[in-house]
């Protein structure tokens, strides 16, 4: 097969769901080069999503441009066309096998290839969250080791992959309707659409992990209780530190990780004495909120917004907000220590996403099952958006805490399966869609769709809303609720 009447396809190296990987050879080059071809495949195809799709392909292209031509451990990209509605990449053929392979070949990695292998890549990450770009799918396939010499090569970009999931909202507004990355190498709130930089460290450490132990990220056990990924008995002479140092890196908050791929590095080079930080309620960091937890997906761009050295308005309501809701939590505890149950009448429910989520004390914690986070987590959480949790089991609007959620023409999303008091850390038990906001009122109209949690995923309840929704088909009355990290 003769692409584009140029290239030569030997054979296909991969295939995934938003397209296929071929190795060919370049006809006009006087070497034929070798090179490598990415087929991308809009996943919706209409006339108006081409146009968007082609737009945003044009602009990953050009960052792969960028990257590619400033590092040699990122392909250098050759030419994209586009070719019966469809999207080619040409890419610089990387001759080596990708990690995958190698421990397959080669069995497990010892602790000093590993290291070194993290001191060839953070400072290629590095180079790329300086260029604000998330990589968002390291992993074991997505790192090629070079024959050349043994350097390792960052393949397979998710930005690319998510132009090709440009859609029409139901406002007729395109927005990505995928979530990149690979279940078991994705943290959290990159599975809930919100990748941060550190979100890249994660799946390094997952990567790591598997190299040194050979066990994938689904074969972990997770401790129930705290979250905290159990791989050390797993781990055969791998010191102390270099265990701590992947520890760090793979903590379920972006703010307990390492905030940079410097950081990390630079742990890697002195030692890794660094411990894991523990968040304290004084200690709400600012800097972090402005630097690592901020989300940077938009429908738009895949690139984080600038931290500049100064505070960007939105950094200053954060911080703002910050302080405003440890004040108003205070107050909510002390209410809270009255445990009265109160019902909240039908037609008084607030909508307003902003509100402060101590003027819910409305529910009594019963539910001694139910781990509670401490204040400090609340307060730090980093918010995600509205979930659909289940409903109760009555047509008045009105809920009580621990209270059974029950499945009606929708599932139950939660574990516990019981209305949950603000706080509480819960699990998803079925995929949901995450929300901007909890639905409007008068019609419940559902909010935006910013992603999906994934099952399994742990969440920290923020916020709590509930009411009947006279337009569906059950008459019971739902319980939303925000939900953070
Ligand atoms: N530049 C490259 N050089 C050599 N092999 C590559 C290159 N890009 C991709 N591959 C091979 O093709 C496979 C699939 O490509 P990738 O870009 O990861 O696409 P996807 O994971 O979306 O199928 C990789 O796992 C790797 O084995
Ligand atoms: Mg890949």
Redesign the pocket.
Known sequence: MLLNERYQVIRT????G?GE?FLAEDTQMPSHRRC?I?LLKPIQNNPQIYQLVQERFGREAAILEDLGGSTDQI?TLYAYFQLNNQFYLV????EGD?LTEKIEQQGLFSESVVRELLANLLPVLEYVHSKRIIHRDLKP??I?LRHRDGKPVL??FGAV?ESMGTVLNSQGNPTSSIVIGTPGYMPSEQAAGKPVYSSDLYSLGMTAIYLLTGQPPQALEIDSRTGEILWHSHAMNVSPTLMGIIDKAIQYHPRDRYSSAREMLQALQTGGNQTISTPTLVSAPPARLSSQSQPVVSPYSSQPTPSPSGLTDLQKILILGTFISTSILLCFLLIKSFQEVVSKPQNTQKTSSTEPFASRSTVVPTNPTQSTVSPSNVQQSLSLGWIRLGSVNNTLGTVTLGEPLIKTTQPVTISPTVVPSIGTQVTVINGVNLRKKQPQKPDYKLAERTGVVVVGQNLVILNLDYFVDSNSGSPYTTVWAEVGL
């Open positions: 190296l991969g295939s995934g938003f990987t490598v990415k392909p890419q610089e053929w990387v990708t396939d997505n090629i393949i397979d992959r």
